[in-house]
């Protein structure tokens, strides 16, 4: 049965807040990572490449805070520290120069690292009665796997 967050017992808006802070850490570093592409980005595809950089970025700023006001409206923390989130992410940072098909490799993998996150975190909230996190997880996991799409186009 649906219910709303605060109808949810604490011991599930416990566990889907932990999947939640597992999805705004992975798209913490994501963000970071498609900025930084952003900025150093070279090549042929520079502009393309620039661009597409910068959508993802911005998608994923708006997401991170969307994930983690969802985290507070079941009444709990949000993780807020850049160390936090580095050390809870599956996605890790890239530290040094990439060519710009190194970057697009790296932000596949993570745009699908958090395809595969959010689509969990809305399995759990759909297990425990949370529809309203289970939906904003499943629209989140559909951006993700259609930037990995435009990410896999530019490898083939």
């Not at 798209?27 to 900025?35: E, I, K, P, R, S």
């Not at 996150?117 to 996991?141: F, K, P, Q, S």
């Amino acid at each position: 049965m649906s219910q709303t967050a605060v109808a949810l017992s604490p011991d599930a808006r416990a566990q889907i807040a932990d999947a939640l802070n597992q999805s705004v850490a992975e798209t913490a570093v994501t963000t970071m990572m498609a900025q930084n592409f952003h900025w150093n980005v070279t090549g042929m595809a520079f502009g393309p490449l620039h661009d597409l950089f910068q959508k993802i970025y911005e998608d994923h700023f708006v997401a991170q805070d969307d994930l983690a006001e969802r985290i507070r409206q079941l009444d709990v923390p949000a993780e807020g520290t850049l160390a936090g989130m580095l050390k809870r992410s599956k996605v890790s940072e890239h530290e040094g120069k990439a060519t710009d098909k190194e970057m697009i490799k790296m932000l596949l993998d993570a745009q699908e690292t958090l395809a595969s996150t959010v689509a969990g975190a809305g399995e759990l909230a759909a297990e425990l009665g949370d529809t309203l996190t289970e939906d904003l997880c499943i629209a989140r996991g559909q951006t993700h796997e259609k930037f990995a799409w435009f990410l896999r186009a530019h490898l083939q």
